[in-house]
């Protein structure tokens, strides 16, 4: 796991050393093992190394026998010595043990179709300067960012923000319509940044760059499809799933340097838990984080995991528990600066805790990221399938009885109390059908923003977020209503939101996190997967929990899904109250038009006298005030 970063002059000019080097600086907590930078006249590669596999050697960018082909590269190949056999059987010789030189003599045999032949998680550029051009690709689920800006003279990269700002021709205008997108969405979506000429290559994609005429082609080499299913029983579909995942979870296995494993208590953690303790010789340390606040403290579900799995009979595991106060105001400004951009998943602040008592002790993880994604774990889907018998009743009849409903209900004061989410399932019955999903994922509607938003944020006559959902759910694979919007989370909700809060907050604290369930085959079988062998009745990840019911005490499938939560809504009552105050209300959001100060006051006064509960609309307004302190 690494932070890489490039600078490609169309002009001719030479790259300037000191600028690159402060780039690579910029990313030192992703790799602060080694550093390197290569300058080719007016192509420069910068790289920072954690050093995973053949610890002494491998310091890059790495070049190919005759220094034509150089390559900076963040991530891991899972099948790399496979490919490593074959490529020594075709003649290529190799200098080290590392993944990273797989990846150059591929592209020496097979050019822009090597990325068709890795398994794993990657970010790369590769320069060959022979063809005089540079070929940047992203993994296929978007486990590793890249970030780039381009004009007519230059064309720019890096991991992260931080290195990208560094040059000192990086747009600074705002993207004014992903930013109002961001209020709704929690995260700026895929391929766009908070900054209108500022881009993310997109998973599944690379990007061929001439450099010379300064000619850009990006190409998708990868997509899902959910069109086509498997036709075989559910057991037998079961049994090819426990060898998928039992081999992604061995692929991960691969380092030299000690690893463990995130364990929230969670069927997919726990289920990447009990396939570790499976296939290790020795015992599997875990790692679980504790809240003094019960309702969002998992100990007593991790340790149920870890007695059960123990008692397997296998190598088993070692659990370590820390109690942590995730209030800390710090760590948020640690996180806003990493992630560089508006993001407002508060459970960035537990991921990096975990991350940063995870890295004590190990240097890689692995994690249950995605399976709700792939195999229908959250509420919503049920939810939209539920919805179905809902729409039978006419829109005419439903809405304005369900609206009166809500209008006598008790004010929502806590999103987690029985009425708050009696009121949630109310509304989303009563939105059209159109803008259910929108509805479910929404915590600050468009109702909001006409209240709360300045004239900067209506500049233009900006869009409704629905079309951007709408974009999202139309380009689906799937005919299936919930499958649309399981493929439109992939797309978007995965990559933006869980992936990268995952690495920014793991890298942060240079810890590599690994995903069994984000290998493309899982991936790929999943999508072939009939919906009912995820949603069976009201139960979800059907399949999952069969599959692996050896793993999974009835404690914890029976239990409802919890989520990495944080008591937002009480912080902002009490120990934030301050802060809101200092920072939003007196901050640069007002200052510059973006907010209203009059209207937001009332609005946190609502929430701080329990009259309702704003916590999600307030947490995504000061992390949009951060950036703009921080960041811009």
């Known amino acids: 796991m690494c932070g890489i970063a490039g600078i490609i002059n169309f002009d001719g000019a030479a790259v300037c050393e000191e600028l690159l080097n402060r780039m690579n600086v910029c990313q030192y907590h992703r790799g602060p093992d080694q550093d390197g930078v290569m300058i080719s006249g007016h192509v420069g590669l910068a790289h920072r190394r954690l050093s995973i596999i053949d610890l002494a050697n491998g310091r890059q960018p790495l070049g190919n026998e005759d220094d034509s082909v150089h390559i900076v590269f963040n991530g891991e190949i899972y099948n790399s010595p496979a490919l490593r056999e074959q490529l020594k059987q075709k003649g290529h010789k190799f200098l080290t043990d590392t993944d990273t030189e797989v990846i150059v003599h591929l592209y020496e045999d097979c050019g822009s179709d090597v990325v068709n032949h890795l398994n794993g998680m990657f970010a790369f550029a590769i320069y060959d300067s022979g063809k005089r051009k540079v070929l940047l690709a992203r993994d296929r689920m978007g486990q590793k960012p890249l970030l780039y800006f381009r004009d007519a003279r230059r064309f720019v990269f890096a991991s992260e923000f931080s290195a990208l700002k560094q040059h000192p021709d990086m747009p600074r205008d705002l993207n004014l319509q992903r930013i109002y997108d961001y209020f709704s969405l929690q995260y700026i979506p895929t391929p766009f940044t908070a900054y209108r000429d500022v881009f993310k290559l997109p998973p599944g994609y690379l990007a061929e760059i001439d450099t010379v005429s300064g000619h850009v082609e990006l190409k998708q080499y990868w997509n899902i499809d959910f069109s086509h299913k498997i036709s075989l029983d559910f057991d037998n579909t079961c049994e090819l799933m426990r060898e998928l995942l039992e081999d992604s979870v061995r692929k991960r296995l691969l380092s030299d340097v000690p690893f463990g494993a995130f364990l929230s208590g969670g069927i997919d953690s726990t289920i990447i838990s009990g396939l570790m303790a499976k296939t290790c010789a020795l015992p599997v340390n875990t790692f679980t984080i504790g809240f003094e606040d019960q ?55 537990p991921t990096c805790m975990l991350s940063e008592f995870t890295a004590e002790h190990v240097t890689v993880a692995l994690s249950g990221d995605g399976a709700d994604e792939l195999f229908a774990g959250y509420y919503r889907y049920l939810l939209m399938r539920m919805m179905r018998r809902v729409d039978m009743i006419p829109a005419a009849l439903r809405r304005p009885f369900l609206k009166s409903v809500l209008a006598f209900m008790p004010a929502q004061v806590d999103e987690r109390s029985f009425t708050g989410k009696l009121r949630r399932m109310l509304r989303i019955a009563a939105a059209p059908a159109d803008r259910r999903y929108l509805t479910i994922i929404n915590r600050f509607d468009e109702n909001m923003k006409k209240r709360l938003c300045g004239e900067a944020l209506h500049y233009g006559a900006l869009s409704d977020t629905q079309n951007f959902m709408d974009m999202l759910i139309s380009a689906a694979s799937s005919s299936d209503p919930v499958e649309k919007i399981m493929e439109a989370d992939i797309k978007s909700y995965l990559v933006d939101d869980i992936l990268c809060k995952v690495d920014i907050a793991s890298m942060a604290n240079s810890l590599e996190v690994r995903s069994p369930f984000m290998d493309h085959r899982v991936v790929e079988f999943a999508a072939r997967l009939p919906l009912d062998y995820k949603q069976h009745g009201r139960q979800r990840k059907h ?49 510059e038009g973006y907010l209203l100060r009059q209207p937001l006051e009332t609005f946190i006064k609502e929430h701080q006298k329990i009259k309702a509960d704003h916590s999600y609309p307030i947490f995504a307004m000061l992390m949009f005030e951060l950036f703009l302190e921080e960041c811009r």
Not at 315 to 341: C, I, M, Q, S
Not at 553 to 578: H, I, M
Request: net charge positive.
């Open 295 to 349: 309702r969002y403290d998992e100990r007593r579900y991790s340790r149920i995991a870890v007695n059960h799995i123990n008692s397997l009979g296998y190598t088993g595991l070692e659990n370590h528990e820390k109690v942590v106060k995730p209030d800390n105001f710090d760590v948020l400004l640690k996180l806003v600066r990493h992630y560089g951009e508006p993001f407002c998943d508060a459970s960035m602040l």
């Open 543 to 591: 399949i999952l929990c069969e599959a692996f019911k050896e793993y999974l005490p009835q404690e914890l499938r029976s239990r409802g899904k919890a989520g990495f939560g944080v008591p937002l809504a009480s912080w902002f009552r009490t120990g934030w109250d301050k802060i809101l105050r200092e920072r939003l209300l007196e901050g640069q959001a007002v200052k």
